[in-house]
């Protein structure tokens, strides 16, 4: 075309220069795209605050309520070590997040842990349950529900055992 450098056709879009095009567009796929992962982002981060949060509280009530408690000693440190618990369960939920925001993926190891902390939790409160007097049914019913935890809490730890040895082995192998 007149007026044009040789060698160097105009672009269907606009003017290049040097073979590229400077009218470059973002695609609207490309914006709402961008758009959906800056909203994804906001909300964990009101997330990571909210659990934090709520994980502050809980520790805080749980210190709390186990010194002024005036339940017997042994009940209180059972609540506030099932307390302790539910704190961990809320942290780790909170790491994961935190492991996502940072450009990591989601690992399946974050949940295993979860779990067994919530199986162990139960426990807890089962054998505090076992501890005051019942009927022989309810204690061979609360004695089954501990089986079955205890061997989830087998099958998850065996879980994350596998979890954790494929994620260490290297991709030549």
Sequence with gaps: MAGEPEGEAASPSGPTDAGVDVHTEVPPDSMMLRLLVTVEHALLYIVSLVLLVIGAMVLVVSIVTTF?????????LIDGLEALLLFLIIMEIFVTVLHHLRGGGIQIEFFIVIGIIALVRHILSIVVRLAVPETHLQSQRELLELTVDAAAIFLLVAALAVARWTGRRSPAA
């Excluded at 002024?68 to 209180?76: C, D, F, G, H």
Aim: aromatic share 12%; no cysteine.
């Design 68 to 76: 002024t408690s005036r339940e017997p000693w042994l009940e209180r």
